[in-house]
C-alpha cells in the first residue's frame, strides 16, 4: 500500500467536509480549514435553515387550512424569537455532528482563512497567528456568495441577503423579494405563510428562469391563489427611506414605479467564491464568471489541485458538491473515480413543491431527441387527495424508440421525495416501462410517478386516456 498523501482541504461546506470524510475513510492524511462555520453554507446559512423555515410556514399554513377537516385553532400565534430559536438549534446539532465526524474520522480541523501560497503551500491565517503547511494535494471548497446589485447593499437590516431573512427579528408587513429564482421563491412563499404581503420582482419573462415551463405554470398560478404578486420583466433601481418605510423604485415594460414596504430581500444568484485565495500563487485563474475549471476528475489546471462544489461550477447545489467532493478523494486515493453522472437532481421548496432530473421537454426539441411523454395528475391520486394537497403532476419523458427515460418533472406534494427514484431510474438506464411495471405501494403518492410512466405508452389506470 502506498503512504498517505497529505491532503489540505479548504472550506468545509458539503463539498469540502464529505470530500475530507472520505479522504480519512481512503486512509489519507487530511487537513480541512474553514474560515467561518462548519456545514459551510448549505447548513450555517442555506439549505438547512431555509427547509427549517419553510417547515414552519407549511405547518402554520396547514393548521389554518386544516377547517375543510374540521379542525380549528383559535388564537394561532407565532413567536417569531422562539423560531429563529429552534431552527438555529437544528442548525447547532448537525454543523456539531459535522465537527464531530471530521474528529472521528481523523480529521484534523483548524478554524482560519487559507491562502495558496505557492505548490503544496497552504498558509492559515486565525485569530492565533499563521501556520504554514506543506501537502501532496490541495482541495479548493471554498463555496459561493450571495450576489449583490447596485443599489441594494446588503446590510441585512433595510435590504436583507438570503442570510439576513433566515434571522428575522420579525415577520414583515411587506416583503419586496428582488428575483424570482430558487431562493426569491422558497423564502418569498415561507414569508407569505407566515403573514407577510409579498412582491417578487423577477427580470425575465418568468419566474424560475431554466426549470420546467409546464411546472413554472403549476408555481406562477399558485403565486397568484397565496396572493403573491409575481412583476416579470421588471428590474429594481434602487429605494429611499421614508420613516420606517423603504420606497422602491421600479422599472417595467410600462415604465418607472415606486412600492413601499418594510423589507426588502434581494436573492439575483450567487457567485463562486475565491477572494484571498491567492490562487495566483500557483497560476491558477477562474474562468469569466469566477468559476475554476474541472475535468471529470476535479481536478483544476494546475497538477496537484481540485477543485469540488459551487466554486467548480454550476449547477450551485449541495448534493452536486458532495457528490464532486466523494469523487476528487476517490481520485486523490489513486482510485478510478470520474464524475461521469447522467443527471443531478433539483429540488425546489415553493409550495406546491417542484423537482426535475434529467432533460425537460425543450431541452430534448433542442437536442433532436423523438420523445414519448407521459403526465399524471395529483388530483387522481388518493394520497394527495388525503393530504388536501392535490396541485400539480408528475411527467415522464422518454425516447421514443428505445423507451429510455431522458426526464422527470415533478410539481405537487412532496415531490422533492419523489425524485429520487425517478434519478435512480434515469442513472441506471431504466426504461418508462421499467418504471410502470414497477409495483409501487398503496396509497402512496410515488403512484403518481408509476401512472406517468404508464401514460407515456397510453397506459394509466387511473385517468383516461384518448386513443
Ligand atoms: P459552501 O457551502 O459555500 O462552503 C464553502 C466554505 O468555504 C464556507 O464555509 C466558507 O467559509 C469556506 N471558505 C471560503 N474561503 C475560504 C478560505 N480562504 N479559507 C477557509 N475557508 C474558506 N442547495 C441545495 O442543494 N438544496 C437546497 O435546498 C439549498 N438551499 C439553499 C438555500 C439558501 C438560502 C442558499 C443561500 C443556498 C442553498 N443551496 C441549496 C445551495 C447550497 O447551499 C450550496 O450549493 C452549497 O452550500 C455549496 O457547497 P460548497 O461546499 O461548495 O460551498
Ligand atoms: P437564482 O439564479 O435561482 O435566481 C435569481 C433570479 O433573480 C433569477 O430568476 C434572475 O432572473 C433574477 N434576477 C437577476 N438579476 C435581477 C435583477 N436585477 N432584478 C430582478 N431579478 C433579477 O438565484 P438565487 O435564488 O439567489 O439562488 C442562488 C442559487 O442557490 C440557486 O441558483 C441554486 O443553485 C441555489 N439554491 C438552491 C436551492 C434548492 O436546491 N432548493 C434553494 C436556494 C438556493
Redesign the pocket.
Known amino acids: 500500500m502506498s503512504p498517505p498523501r497529505k491532503v489540505a482541504v ?7 467536509y464529505v470530500c475530507a470524510i472520505r479522504l480519512a475513510q481512503l486512509g489519507q492524511d487530511v487537513t480541512v ?5 462548519l456545514g ?3 447548513l450555517n ?3 438547512i435553515p ?2 427549517a423555515l419553510i417547515a414552519a410556514g407549511s405547518l402554520r399554513h396547514r393548521i389554518g387550512e386544516a377547517g375543510a377537516m374540521g379542525i380549528t385553532v383559535k388564537g394561532l400565534d407565532l413567536d417569531v424569537k422562539k423560531l429563529v430559536a429552534w431552527k438555529e438549534g437544528i442548525v447547532g446539532k448537525l454543523t456539531g455532528g459535522v465537527g464531530g465526524l471530521l474528529k472521528n474520522h481523523g480529521v484534523t480541523t483548524l478554524m ?4 495558496l501560497t505557492g505548490p503544496g503551500q497552504v498558509q492559515v491565517d486565525s485569530k492565533d497567528g499563521s501556520k504554514n503547511l506543506k501537502v501532496d494535494d490541495i482541495v479548493i ?4 456568495v ?1 450576489i449583490e446589485i447596485p443599489g441594494f447593499a446588503f446590510d441585512e437590516k433595510e435590504v436583507w441577503s ?1 442570510t439576513g431573512a ?1 434571522v428575522p427579528d420579525r415577520i414583515p408587513e411587506h416583503l419586496v423579494v428582488i428575483g424570482g429564482g ?2 426569491g421563491l ?1 423564502l418569498g412563499m415561507m414569508f407569505r405563510k407566515l403573514g407577510s404581503q409579498v412582491t417578487v420582482l423577477e427580470a425575465t419573462p418568468g419566474a424560475l428562469p431554466g426549470q420546467e415551463r409546464d411546472c413554472v405554470k403549476v408555481i406562477e398560478r399558485s403565486l397568484k391563489k397565496q396572493k403573491i404578486k409575481l412583476l416579470t420583466e421588471t428590474f429594481a433601481k434602487g429605494y429611499t427611506r421614508k420613516g420606517s418605510k423603504s420606497l422602491v423604485e421600479i422599472e417595467t415594460k410600462k415604465g418607472k414605479e415606486t412600492i413601499e414596504c418594510d423589507q426588502i430581500l434581494s436573492t439575483v444568484g ?1 457567485r463562486p ?1 475565491s477572494e ?2 491567492g490562487l495566483e500563487s500557483v497560476g491558477l485563474a477562474t474562468d469569466k464568471r469566477g468559476f475554476l475549471e474541472v475535468d471529470e476528475q476535479m481536478r483544476t489546471t494546475v497538477p496537484g489541485i481540485y477543485a ?4 467548480a461550477g454550476q449547477p ?4 452536486k ?1 458532495s457528490k464532486e467532493g466523494l469523487v476528487a478523494a476517490g481520485v486523490i486515493a489513486g482510485q478510478p473515480e470520474a464524475y461521469d453522472v447522467r443527471c443531478v437532481p433539483a ?1 425546489i ?1 415553493t409550495a406546491p413543491e417542484m423537482a426535475s432530473v434529467g432533460l425537460t421537454e425543450e431541452q430534448c426539441k433542442e437536442k433532436g431527441l423523438a420523445i414519448k411523454t407521459g403526465q399524471f395528475p395529483f388530483a387522481a391520486s388518493g394520497r394527495a387527495m388525503s393530504l388536501m394537497e392535490t396541485e400539480g403532476f408528475v411527467k415522464v419523458i422518454a425516447d421514443a424508440k428505445s423507451d429510455e427515460l431522458l426526464g422527470v418533472h415533478m410539481v405537487g406534494p412532496e415531490v422533492t421525495e419523489l425524485i429520487a427514484e425517478a434519478t435512480l431510474a434515469i442513472e441506471m438506464g431504466a426504461t418508462a416501462e421499467d418504471l410502470a411495471r414497477t409495483i409501487h405501494a398503496h396509497p402512496t403518492l410515488p403512484e403518481a410517478v408509476m401512472e406517468a410512466a404508464e401514460a407515456v405508452h397510453g397506459m394509466a389506470v387511473h385517468i383516461f386516456q384518448k386513443k
Do not use: N
Open positions: 479548504i472550506g468545509a461546506g458539503p463539498a469540502g480549514i474553514e474560515k467561518e462555520f459551510g453554507t448549505c446559512v442555506g439549505c431555509s427547509k482560519g482563512s487559507a491562502k471548497a471554498t463555496g459561493s450571495p438570503s433566515l430558487y431562493i422558497e450567487r467564491y484571498g485565495l469540488v462544489g459551487d466554486i450551485m447545489l449541495a448534493h458538491g429540488v421548496f
